[in-house]
Each structure stands twice: as structure tokens, then as C-alpha cells.
């Protein structure tokens, strides 16, 4: 079956879905972007996700091209028109087309993407009962990683190297010592005291819409929750760890740099914190 | 007269010129660019140019997509379709299209866009004789700013405060008070003893091609040169002050956060070395 995309007003075959060449996004990294988790063809948390979108936005001053309603229904549209029973849909904003030139240009027209496409439930679920690797490295991306921004370059680096190390994640150290998140997900620990901890809100981080939604799910099964920032040293005495995301849900993490954390397995909180996720979001 | 880009291979219209949906450069910032000043009709530096775009795509292992002497000849192309006599030609080259993943993908084919405009020789002498005004503030870009990398949403934000104050320039300030370069540009002093100062390379900064000419032009006129950071005090505290770019030259500065540097006036020595460049330029 082929792949519709939606760009600028229209449903387009997603193999010749384009952008112009001086589309912002493409010249300055001038643009937001949003994943949503799509289960049962649901979007998940799809509220949450528009908020952090208007967020973006208006950090960067970027006009919304479309109310939250009408992009709701472009968005469950891109999800049927690839019969996506499970997967993701992607939307980026940018800053439109203008003659480059760093300042905003005078009439801004901003560009949209949309693009949706199925993954395999099963292999995540496999995939959740090994857990993953993570590995450290140096925290070099700007001072604004609160705004969803397309500027992330020094993500795929990280998640690369990450990769090259046989780790399905990096998880980034500021110049403090401590871990900010992963290239692409939240970082969580469990001490060995059973608090649920992972770094508060701040421009260092990323404001997660799973890891909002599993501060609630834990608040529902009263798990003691410390939002502060946590060390290395504080992961390999933690009884468990995992990382949050859109694209991840819960995911498990088992190792850092090579070293076990706890027992070396998926831990029972992360494994229970997954299912709540999946039983809380398909409803 | 209609306007001619190359793009992945091809001389097309600059108003229908586009890239995929799924362009890294788009989703990820994954790319790097060069500015190439063009003065009667020739390419100023044309060989320090692609030494950097050499580094930037070696540093981010961007495989080159033809050769320096293959690339200088489709550059000269677009200049030549363009009829540009003054005036400038960008370049970007990405990490190619692949399904949205932050890693690598396993097969990397770059791509590459190509356009030139004309800019008015006359103005930028105009504005050169008057000088422009630049504004602090916090240097919040990535670790590696040595990479010219497309990855510039930092900059955008940054340059775009500097115009709604005003300013043409904004000048960034590290954690330690010192400025390390302008957004889109390098930053020099010329202190009271007459020692010409810019910030040494590192990360922090961009080596920028016209930085490198101006030094190689200041041991020309055996101006005392001093490399390394400067701060916002010294700034006032100097003789006079300029930027230098591919698309500026050799700017005088005149002003920073609205107070008058120097006798608030374009200084001799941003104005010789302007001249200075234009001359060895032109041969």
C-alpha cells in the first residue's frame, strides 16, 4: 500500500511529498515538531501532545497554521489514510518559506507536515521484556531543550554514537555530573528505596507528555516520586531504571555503559508502569 | 529574469526547487552549509570555503556527494545562470532522505542544494560607511559551533532580538562574560594600544573564512593581532569594533547594547582592512 503524507493543504503520495529549499526547517532548523503513539488507531495523549505543540510555538513565535481542532481531524485522516491500527503520526511546523535570512521573515506562512506509519506492537512488547542499553556521554545540545525543536542535530549524534556502542539510547550528562535525558526519551531511576525518580522540569530537559503520564499513573499506585536530577552513580545503585517516550512508552533499561543495573533484568515497577500505560491509554 | 537552484543533480526553477519531506536536513538538522561572497562573478576564497565544508561534513560524517572539483564547477554554474556579477552562492548538503530515525541511516546518499542572488555592492558600501549596532546576549547554542552546521535555530532567535532592538548583530556571551562570535558573523575589537582581537578557535565559535583572511591581511599590514576572548567592557573600553562574514566583508560596529564604542564611528582600521579585503579579493 502507499503512504499518504499531508503538506500544506493537501494529502499528498508520501514518495513525493516535498518542501521548498528555502522552507526554514530545512535552512535553519525553524520549526517544532510533535509524535504521537497511535494504539487501536487512537492517538494517545492527544490533548497533552497539542499543548506541548502550542507551547513550542509560541516559544519560538511560530503562527499556528491551523486550530487544534482542524489539525486533530488532519491527524486522525493521515492515520486512516495509512490504515494505522498501531504506530505513530508525525507533524512538524516551521517557520514557512522566506529568502534565507536568520531574522524571522515580515509574512510568515508556516509549513506543515504530517506523516503516519504502522510499527510492530509485538516487537516492542519483546523488546520491553529484555529491556534496553543506554550508555553516558556529554550533554552538548543547546540551552532551550524544552522547546520540541527540529534543531537536533546534537541528538543524532548522541543516539549514533549510542548505536556504535551496541545501546539503544544515550543518556546525557550536564557539565554538573548529573543526567539531564535520553537523545529521544526521559530518564527514570528507581532507588533502592522504591522512589520513582527522574529530573525535574527545566530548559535542560524535554517536557514529556509518557513521562507526565506516568507521574500520574504513579501517583495513582502512590509510588513516591522525586522529580530532581540524578547522577550515574545513583543509576548503577538503583534498583531499576528506564526511559519514557512517545515512540518507547515505558521501556525498561537495564544496563549503563555496560555495567547491570539492579539485577540486571527489566524491573517490576517499569514492567507494571508499561502495562498501566497501554491498559490507561486505551481506554 | 527567473531564478536557477541545483538540486540532487539537476538545474531547476528556484520557485518549484524542493527536497524531500524526509530530508534530515529537515527533520533533524542533519546537514552543513557553506556562503560563498561572489564578487564580478568570481568566488571570493573559493578554496578556504571548501576546506571548512571538508571539516564540517568529515566532523559530522557526511559522505561528500562529488568532488571539491565538480562542486566548484556546478557553484560557478549557478552563478553563471543566475547572471550574479556581486552577490552571494549558498550550498547545503545533507544527510539524504531515510525513514524518521535519529540514528545513521545504513545507506547515506547526500543530498545537495545550490542557489546564488545577486546583493547590492552599493548598499553594503553605504552601510559599511556608517557603521551598525550590535547587542549582547546569552550564548545558548550547542557545544559544537565549529561545525557549520544548518542546525542554527539558536541563531535565529538570537538574530532576530538583535532586530527587534535595533541592532543588526547580536554579539553572545558565554558563561563566563566573555562573547565568543555574532550570530551569524565573527567579532573583533581593536583595542586603545591598536591590538586587533578576536576570539581564539575552539568549539565556542565558528573559524570563519573572512577571520581567517583579515589575520592573514592584519600580518600584511603588521598590525599587532591578539587571539582570544574578550568582554563586553573591553568592548567599550576599545578604539572601535567589526564583524566580519562572507556576506558582510569587513562591517564596522559602532554601537553595542546602544552605547557608542569609540567615537562612535566606523574606525580607520575596519575600514582599511575592508578595503584591504576588497582589493586582494578582486585579484
Given amino acids: 500500500m502507499s503512504r499518504t503524507a499531508y503538506v500544506n493543504g493537501s494529502y499528498v503520495s508520501h514518495a513525493y511529498a516535498s518542501v521548498h529549499i528555502e522552507d526554514r526547517g530545512y535552512q535553519f532548523a525553524d520549526g517544532v515538531y510533535e509524535v504521537w503513539a497511535v494504539r487501536q488507531s487512537k492517538l494517545l495523549d492527544s490533548e497533552a501532545h497539542f499543548r506541548r505543540l502550542n507551547r513550542s510555538l509560541g516559544e519560538l513565535r511560530i503562527p499556528s497554521p491551523m486550530t487544534d481542532q482542524s489539525l486533530a481531524h488532519v491527524l486522525r485522516e493521515v492515520v486512516r489514510r495509512n490504515r494505522v491500527k498501531n504506530g505513530l503520526v508525525y507533524l512538524q511546523i516551521t517557520r514557512g518559506v522566506a529568502p534565507r535570512d536568520h531574522a524571522f521573515p515580515n509574512e510568515i506562512i508556516s509549513s506543515i507536515v504530517i506523516t503516519a506509519k504502522s510499527t510492530n506492537a509485538e516487537l516492542a512488547e519483546k523488546a520491553a521484556k529484555a529491556g534496553v542499553a543506554v550508555v553516558t556521554m556529554n550533554d552538548e545540545r543547546w540551552a532551550r531543550c524544552d522547546i520540541k525543536s527540529v534543531s537536533l ?64 499513573l504513579a501517583a495513582e499506585r502512590q509510588l513516591q516520586v522525586d522529580e530532581r536530577a540524578f547522577s550515574k552513580k545513583e543509576v548503577l545503585e538503583a534498583s531499576e531504571a528506564f526511559i519514557t ?18 539485577n540486571g533484568k527489566p524491573g517490576p515497577l517499569a514492567s507494571a508502569l508499561r502495562k498501566d500505560y497501554l491498559q490507561s491509554a486505551a481506554t
Same sequence: chains 1, 2.
Fill in 245 to 262: 517516550s512517545s515512540t518507547n512508552l515505558v521501556m525498561p533499561v537495564v544496563k549503563i555503559d555496560n555495567e547491570a543495573i539492579g
Fill in 153 to 216: 542535530l546534537p541528538n543524532v549524534l548522541a543516539k549514533q554514537a549510542a548505536h556504535e556502542k551496541g545501546a539503544s539510547e544515550a543518556w546525557m550528562v550536564d557539565d554538573k555530573g548529573m543526567i539531564t535525558e535520553g537523545a529521544s526519551s526521559n530518564a527514570w531511576i528507581v532507588t533502592l528505596d522504591g522512589v520513582l525518580t527522574t529530573r525535574n522540569l527545566s530548559p535542560d530537559i524535554l517536557g514529556g507528555i509518557t513521562r507526565e503520564r506516568v507521574l500520574t
